[in-house]
């Protein structure tokens, strides 16, 4: 099983993000910190980053016509693409919603996902740790 690990916009700058919201990490530093959890849980992983949505959505289409499972932080992408749920909605294994901070917690925009109704699940709020998590998650869902 290989996972498609999948980052949104603004992500690869995390270093110059708010640090009281997404901690003190640059990308470099995300990129690490999955392949660690990965390598740990015995899992092959691929971690893709775009700020485009179109690039997004096709990178969508290849996970979903080779069934790769998806850990997927779609960034303010979550908030109103419709066009990346439907993308979502399209593929044939799991895919995980994953989120650095809690966006409930946060301003009122960030309280809706377009994106967690097609979705396994969300997991949000556990900084860098969000991504172990659906690490995990995904290891037993494709069981
Ligand atoms: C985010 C939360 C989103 O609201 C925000 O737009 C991001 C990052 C997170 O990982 O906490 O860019 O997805």
Redesign the pocket.
């Known amino acids: 099983m290989k996972i498609l690990v999948l980052n ?4 690869a700058r995390l270093d110059l ?1 708010e640090k009281s ?2 901690g003190d990490y640059s990308y470099a530093d995300l990129e690490k910190a999955v392949i660690g959890f990965a390598k740990a849980e015995n899992v092959e992983i691929e971690i893709k980053q775009s700020d485009s949505e179109t690039e997004l959505i096709q990178l969508l289409h290849s996970a979903a016509d080779n069934k790769v499972p998806v850990v997927f ?7 109103y693409s419709y066009a990346i749920r439907d993308a979502v909605a399209m593929l044939k294994s799991p895919i995980i919603e ?6 409930l917690s ?1 301003e009122e925009f ?1 309280h809706t996902s377009v994106i967690s109704g097609v979705v396994n699940g969300t997991i ?2 556990f900084g860098l740790d ?1 991504y172990r998590l659906a690490i995990i998650a995904m290891k037993n869902l494709v069981k």
């Open positions: 949104g916009p603004n992500l993000r919201v997404y932080n779609p960034a303010a992408f979550t908030h994953v989120h650095i901070s809690n966006p946060r960030r949000g709020g969000s």
